[in-house]
């Protein structure tokens, strides 16, 4: 699994964007970006993933760049409820083992 | 549905007792998983079950063992509890073993005194 890096900690206003980066520089080609976060105290929660086009759902957007080494997370409107650690993920879609390796994250802050 | 449970909550034990961690899935998943997150640190797997009846290590698996029950139950036994195993576990369960949308649990929260 290529190697993730996300800043440690980062703040946004209730209603704006927030906008989380990851660097992932030695990704490969059959390998996708995953996110999940975990609230204080809770079980993570899966948010969105992709290969290389930008995906949105629900909870949020995914922009991955062209050349593939970084994206972002996008929560478009954040409100408090979504202050948690935000985990970066890149993982082969199909392997064996489901291992997912949960590293340091951001710690997103949402404040009024 | 309830999605993936998790008992107990909470759990204090002495050093050299033993427990065991519960753990069961209602959405019909083929693999289950057990992760314990120790304070300011990521996630850590302990065990796996890819499907009914196979069960296979992951990165920190001594102290531990597992049993799984049948499709829904996956549980997590501390023989002989230490100090170092003080963490909170977490459940988690997937359609598949390939697949890396996993579903967790609430979590247990245990001390080993």
């Known amino acids: 699994d290529a190697k993730t890096t996300q800043p440690p900690s980062m703040d946004c206003a209730e209603g704006r964007a927030a906008n989380l980066p990851c660097n992932h520089s030695t990704i490969s080609g059959n390998e996708y970006v995953y996110w999940y976060r975990q609230i204080h105290s809770q079980g993570p929660q899966y948010i969105i993933h992709?290969?290389?086009n930008n995906e949105t759902n629900e909870m949020a957007s995914l922009i991955i760049t062209e050349d593939r080494k970084s994206s972002t997370l996008i929560l478009p409107h954040a409100t408090l409820r979504d202050t948690a650690v935000y985990y970066c993920i890149v993982r082969v879609a199909m392997n064996q083992g489901g291992k997912l390796i949960f590293g340091q994250g951001t710690e997103l802050s949402v404040k009024p | 549905n309830a999605g993936v449970t998790q008992t107990p909550k909470f759990q204090v034990l002495k050093t050299g007792q033993s427990m065991t961690l519960q753990c069961a899935q209602d959405m019909n998943h083929n693999s289950m998983y057990w992760y314990r997150q120790d304070p300011g640190m990521g996630l850590r797997l302990i065990y796996y079950?890819?499907?009914?009846?196979?069960?296979d290590k992951g990165e920190v698996p001594n102290g531990y063992n597992v049993s799984r029950l049948n499709k829904r139950e996956f549980s997590l036994r501390l023989e002989s509890a230490a100090p170092s195993q003080t963490s909170v576990y977490f459940c988690?369960?997937?359609?598949?073993?390939?697949?890396?949308?996993?579903?967790f649990g609430p979590g247990t929260r245990l001390t080993v005194l």
């Open positions: 992709g290969l290389k």
């Open positions: 079950s890819a499907s009914e009846g196979t069960t």
């Open positions: 988690a369960s997937s359609v598949l073993a390939a697949y890396n949308e996993q579903f």
